[in-house]
């Protein structure tokens, strides 16, 4: 492996609790986070992946994002002369602290950025005021 | 990343965190045939319409922007940058800037630039005696 390849391959890693059994890349993407009064909302780059190859899972509180992207190779007769990135698959996951309204979650893919929006749950315990006495 | 543009959200933190990155926006391949070239480049997020491919020469240019998102609320993270980029590449042939194919889909743009006719690999048949 050279220089160049292993830079380019270094760029998305995050520590995960086991291998995986196929040995195939999978890249951390890029994400933006931000959340208003009555979401949160999750913006990733993974491009080359189309909206059927993409995952959005929430369990236990933790979200996790795949994509699979598509063997991009160009026709016959072309060979590879400079590689600056490569292709594999895209998984990250975070753990939410928020309570999310599961059932109401959306996701759309545009362009190679996915976008999930999570609303938040209305809370189920109410706040007790104390008294004095 | 120095090409970013990083005028709408100066964040100090950005270069130490990408350091580990390809320098250059957008990552590019290069892929060669005998009459042509072929790129492939990541550009997730870019419109078609703020995308421009330029063949001067030996020079192909990729130059856009990727507008940020409007968003009302606070940021727990932003790692996803915004901004203009430019980035050219020099090939050892000259090119035929009248034929070339480029498209964008899912973020990933394509494009296939002929050589120019005199740099096209010709086949030669070898006589026997």
Known sequence: MNEQDKTSMERKEEPRPAERTREEMEFVPDADIYETDKELVLVADMPGVDRQSVDVDLSAGVLTITGRARDRKLEDGYACTGREFRSGNFSRSFTLGEEIDSSAIEASMSRGVLRVRLPKAVPASRRIAVKEG | ?129
């Open chain 2, 1 to 129: 990343m120095a090409l970013w543009n990083l005028a709408w959200d100066w964040d100090p933190w950005a270069t130490l965190r990408t350091a580990a990155r390809t320098q250059a926006f957008p990552p590019v391949n290069v892929y060669e045939s005998g009459e042509a070239y072929g790129i492939e480049a990541e550009v997730p997020g870019v419109a078609p319409e703020d995308l421009e491919l330029t063949v001067e020469g030996n020079v192909v240019t990729i130059a856009g922007q990727r507008r940020p998102d409007e968003v009302r609320g606070a940021f727990h993270r932003r790692e996803r940058l915004a901004g203009r980029f430019a980035r050219s590449l020099r090939f050892p042939v000259q090119l035929d800037s009248s034929h070339v194919e480029a498209q964008c889909v899912d973020g990933m743009l394509t494009a296939r630039i002929a050589k120019a006719p005199e740099a096209r690999a010709r086949r030669i048949a070898v006589k026997s005696v």
